[in-house]
């Protein structure tokens, strides 16, 4: 079973504006990663937040992460049409820390 | 340059037929992994391996089968047994010996049982 669940499953935007993309999870992990596929391609890594970090940036990336909430969430900001891809969280789980699991993932448009 | 490789890109299969999907990575990365991603879905995880010689089932094995004889190479079968393997799938790469570290993928194969 999939670990991670992604919301929404598909946002669209317009170029400048932001995109919010949240990741829930079920069991305790290690750490939480968010990934970028472009279409029929590998994934791409983008950020790694520890399970005792709240908040990390890289770029126009702002990734948070609730513990309490088994929560997740990636924020890009003045987004840009080149960003358009699927998005997904992977979470490094507890138990057996080198199994990665992915999520559902949140198709991006972004419209110029 | 260093990476990790899948091979073919393409890959078409009568029904019945096995067939195997090459990865090879020059990463020097202990754990190596095997996905399947269907058509607007997330990644499932089939197998995967933290060493050489071991390897363990991910959430959907059925039908499928791996080995680890080398530390760059984790091929994945599709036997006959898999009812349903047109799909694309994507193999990855972590090191071993730290926890919070990256995965990276190759850029898949996609399987196409004709």
């Known amino acids: 079973s999939q670990q991670g669940e992604e919301d929404p499953q598909a946002l669209s935007i317009q170029e400048g504006e932001n995109a919010t993309m949240n990741c829930s999870y079920k069991?305790?992990?290690?750490?939480l990663q968010w990934y970028r596929q472009n279409s029929g391609r590998g994934l791409v890594h983008l950020i790694l937040?520890?399970?005792?970090?709240r908040e990390k940036h890289s770029g126009r990336l702002r990734v948070t992460l609730d513990t309490s909430k088994k929560s997740s969430s990636l924020l890009i900001t003045a987004s840009r049409a080149a960003d358009t891809a699927s998005y997904f969280c992977?979470?490094?789980?507890?138990?057996?820390?080198?199994?990665?699991?992915f999520g559902t993932g949140t198709r991006l448009l972004v419209s110029p | 340059d260093g990476g990790i490789t899948q091979s073919p890109k393409y890959l078409f299969r009568k029904e019945g037929q096995n067939v195997t999907l090459s990865c090879e990575q020059n990463?020097?990365?202990?754990?190596m992994y095997w996905y399947r991603q269907d058509p607007g879905q997330g990644l499932r995880l089939i197998y995967y391996?933290?060493?050489?010689?071991?390897?363990q089932k991910g959430d959907i094995a059925e039908g499928y089968s791996v080995s680890r004889e080398k530390k760059e190479s984790f091929p994945l079968t599709v036997t006959s047994a898999q009812k349903n393997p047109t799909a694309f799938y994507l193999c990855?790469?972590?090191?071993?010996?730290?926890?919070?570290?990256?995965?990276?993928f190759g850029q898949g194969t996609r399987l196409t049982v004709v």
């Open positions: 391996s933290q060493i050489v010689n071991d390897f």
């Open positions: 069991t305790s992990i290690n750490n």
């Open positions: 990463l020097n990365h202990d754990a």
């Open positions: 937040i520890r399970s005792n970090e």
């Open positions: 990855a790469s972590r090191p071993q010996v730290a926890v919070n570290t990256e995965a990276f």
């Open positions: 992977a979470t490094a789980l507890n138990t057996g820390f080198q199994k990665l699991v």
